[in-house]
């Protein structure tokens, strides 16, 4: 069974960068076709997907945030993982990890999320 593990702070000053890690277990991420993918969401909002990591390596952003993103993997620890910079209280979230057959917010695996406060 795909497991997924979200790790990180979980408190980030204004204007610095938050850093996720994504720990799956059971699968591997470069299983054929899958695609590893971050979402958040807000207080008093709905998903918004942030961007994912093919199995290939391609990788992919929301338009939306695309200019603060960067997705990356380490394969040799099953990991995927996030940086946001420039972060502002607008980035407080829950942060997930998600595995599927496509970019989005539909996915067959998700991590219990972390939450993320960006405060001073």
């Known amino acids: 069974q795909v497991q997924l593990q979200e790790s990180g702070p979980g408190l980030v000053k204004p204007s610095q960068t938050l850093s996720l890690t994504c720990t799956v277990s059971g699968g591997s991420i470069l299983t054929n076709y899958y695609y590893w993918n971050w979402i958040r969401r807000s207080p008093g909002k709905g998903l918004e997907w942030m961007g994912a990591i093919s199995y290939t390596g391609s990788i992919y952003y929301s338009p939306s945030l695309k200019s603060r993103t960067s997705i990356s993997r380490d394969t040799s620890k099953n990991q995927i993982t996030l940086q946001l910079s420039s972060v502002t209280p607008e980035d407080t979230a829950v942060y997930y990890c998600?595995?599927?057959?496509?970019?989005?917010?539909?996915?067959?695996?998700w991590g219990q999320g972390t939450h993320v406060t960006v405060s001073s």
């Open positions: 998600a595995g599927g057959l496509r970019t989005g917010v539909q996915n067959n695996h």
